[in-house]
C-alpha cells in the first residue's frame, strides 16, 4: 500500500484542518488506518484509528472530541477532521496502514505499522 497525506497548512488557534490520505496498491479496505504525529524533538505518537469498515474508531485522549477520523473505501481515502486546533497540536502529521487496528491502538514505534505515508506539516499559531 502506498499512502500519501495531505492537507496540512498554517491555521490560527481554534481554527480547522482537514487531512487526507489517498492509497493506491493493495486493497485499502483490507487494512486498519491510523494518523500519527511527530512534534519536534518529540517522538511520533497514535492520534486515531479507524477499523477496515469504519466501525470502530479510537482516539488520543488528547484529542478526544476534537478530532474525527473517518475513511471512504470507495475512494480508498481516510480523513482526519480536526477542529478547535491548539498550538500543541503542531506536528507532522502521517497516515499509516496496519491489518490490525489494535496494532495501531497501540502503537509502540514505525517498524510496528505495515505501512507508513509521507507526512504533512499542520502548524497552528497562538
Known amino acids: 500500500v502506498q499512502l500519501q497525506a495531505s492537507g496540512g497548512g498554517l491555521v490560527q488557534a481554534g481554527g480547522s484542518l482537514r487531512l487526507s490520505c489517498a492509497a493506491s496498491?493493495?486493497?485499502?479496505?483490507?487494512?486498519?488506518m491510523g494518523w500519527f504525529r511527530q512534534a519536534p524533538g518529540k517522538a511520533r505518537e497514535f492520534v486515531a484509528a479507524i477499523s477496515w469498515s469504519g466501525g470502530n474508531t479510537y482516539y488520543a485522549d488528547s484529542v478526544e472530541g476534537r478530532f474525527t477520523i473517518s475513511r471512504d473505501n470507495a475512494e480508498n481515502t481516510v480523513y482526519l477532521q480536526m477542529v478547535s486546533l491548539k498550538p500543541e497540536d503542531t506536528a507532522v502529521y502521517y497516515c499509516?496502514?496496519?491489518?490490525?487496528?489494535?496494532?495501531?491502538?497501540?502503537?509502540?514505534?514505525?517498524?510496528?505499522?505495515?505501512?507508513w505515508g509521507k507526512g504533512t506539516l499542520v502548524t497552528v499559531s497562538s
Open positions: 496498491g493493495r486493497t485499502f479496505s483490507n487494512y486498519a
Open positions: 499509516a496502514a496496519d491489518r490490525n487496528i489494535m496494532t495501531i491502538r497501540w502503537f509502540k514505534a514505525p517498524a510496528s505499522m505495515d505501512y
